[in-house]
């Protein structure tokens, strides 16, 4: 007996039902950065490892343990993509869009990490990416953070989910507060967990990332990153504040929150919601002003963010904020095999015309009555039947799939015409 295959472990189909919310946030992503005036960009799923290693950190978890990477037939390292930023950095580069130029961009696709598959935490996730290239000022700041409230807005997210923001300040403050952290946890080494330990030697300050509960009050203790932050970065952060503050952007400053990639300095954010459980993040990002130099461009300043897609399905599940599903407009019946063809033709004369219309033929033949059923069931509001008689004399009947189930015999004019004054078609 063959055995039935399943999909890979931590990856989704996303079925019928599903596609329509997808197709929504789509909608609305789309429509949202358009009017922020940011244009769209598409890269590969596969990068060379080498790009992800340098950029992202060689002691972050994605690196070290949640990578999908191969040689290839050409003896290449590989990766599929586990993030957006990089591969935009890499792209902006290679093609010159980065060069002593301002670029707001964005992507939408899939990317891979290899971790504990649980809800709102898959391997293959969406990303909708929003990255800005050249602009050093905390107004970009302002403006990302700005795009992600009108999204979360439009879709009805909003009083369900809070801004967090913190600055991690220049290199040279992490490097000071690194050392403080490094120093304070050594001394109660004693009461860290084995992966806090691991971190301890390779990146202090993801220690401040952790959930474990015992380790909280540790935690809350430790040297503050916003105590060592030099003027510079604090002057950005201040300036940021109050642009948020007067564009009616509520915030929570939260020191605790580093992100878990290497690449960021001065702010970093996260919109958080506790409607979904310990995968509450639901779009995070910051700033990255080092990236572009590291892969060998001019310094350029940077900022970005990428909503988790599953994420905010889920939220709008749990929400009941999801879209209606799409129901059939027009169900078109042929009563016979010789009606068939002019049926079809009948269609796509519909379609020329009412190009929204969602146009069901039946197809395979059958009674009037299963036709008929099979029209309901789908939801269709109308049906037109194309019989043998009636068709003699270029005439359909219009008939309405409410309980009162009225016909009406037109001909082609009359039925575009009549087509045309219903309401809920040409809407
Ligand atoms: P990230 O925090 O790794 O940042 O991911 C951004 C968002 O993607 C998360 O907040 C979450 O909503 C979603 N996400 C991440 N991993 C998973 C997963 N395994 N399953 C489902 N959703 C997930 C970045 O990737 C940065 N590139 C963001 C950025 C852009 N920073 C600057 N520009």
Redo the contacts with the bound molecule.
């Keep these: 007996m063959t055995t039935t295959l399943q999909a890979v472990r ?1 990856m989704n189909d996303i079925l019928p039902d599903e596609c329509v919310i997808w197709q929504h946030v789509e909608a609305q992503l789309r429509d949202t950065l358009a009017s922020y005036d940011y244009r769209e960009i598409r890269f590969p799923i596969i990068e060379k490892t080498e790009l992800f290693k340098r950029t992202i950190g060689d002691t972050t978890d ?1 690196v070290t343990k949640e990578m999908y990477s191969f040689i290839d037939r050409n003896g290449e390292q590989l990766s599929l993509r ?5 591969v ?1 950095v890499r792209a902006g580069l290679e093609h010159g869009l980065l060069y002593n130029q301002i670029q707001k961009l964005w992507y939408l696709g899939p ?1 891979y ?1 290899h ?1 504990r ?1 649980q809800k ?4 293959q ?3 909708c ?3 800005a290239f050249g602009l050093a000022g905390p107004d970009i700041d302002a403006e990302i953070i700005l795009i992600t409230q009108r999204l979360l807005k439009t879709l009805g997210l909003l009083p369900h989910i809070s801004l967090q923001l913190n600055s991690l300040g220049s290199s040279e403050s992490r490097a000071q507060h690194r050392e403080q952290l490094i120093r304070y946890f050594k001394a109660h080494e004693h009461l860290l967990d084995d992966e806090s330990q691991q971190r301890l030697a390779k990146n202090p300050l993801r220690i401040l990332d952790s959930k474990n509960p015992a380790l909280q009050h540790l935690i809350q203790e430790a040297p503050r990153l916003d105590d060592s932050l030099d003027t510079a970065s604090r002057e950005h952060f201040k300036k940021l504040c109050a642009l948020l503050d007067s564009l009616d952007v509520k915030f929570t400053l939260n020191p605790y929150l580093v ?3 290497d ?2 300095n001065f702010t970093v954010f ?2 958080v919601t506790t409607a979904l459980g310990t ?1 509450g ?6 700033r ?1 002003d080092h990236l572009v130099a590291q892969l060998g461009g001019k310094p350029t300043p ?11 399905v889920l939220l709008l599940q749990s929400l009941q904020l999801t879209p209606p599903q799409p129901k059939t407009d027009l169900y078109v019946i042929a009563t016979h095999s010789d009606t068939d063809i002019p049926a079809r033709r009948l269609c796509e004369q519909l379609r020329e015309q009412f190009p929204t219309l969602r146009l069901t033929i039946h197809c395979d033949g059958s009674s009037l009555s299963t036709q008929l059923k099979r029209a309901d069931k789908g939801g269709a509001k109308i049906a037109i039947i194309v019989n043998h008689q009636l068709l003699l004399q270029q005439q359909f009947i219009l008939k309405f799939l409410d309980e009162r189930r009225v016909e009406e015999i037109v001909n082609m004019e009359q039925l575009m015409a009549r087509l045309l004054q219903i309401k809920f078609l040409t809407d």
Excluded at 302 to 312: D, V
């Design positions: 931590g994605i586990p993030e957006g930023t990089a935009c990317f990490r971790e598959p709102g935490r898959y391997r996730f969406f990303q990416g929003v990255e992100r878990g990639l690449y960021y996260e919109w995968q993040t639901v779009c995070a990002g910051g990255y940077a900022i970005g963010c990428a909503f988790g897609m599953e994420r905010i």
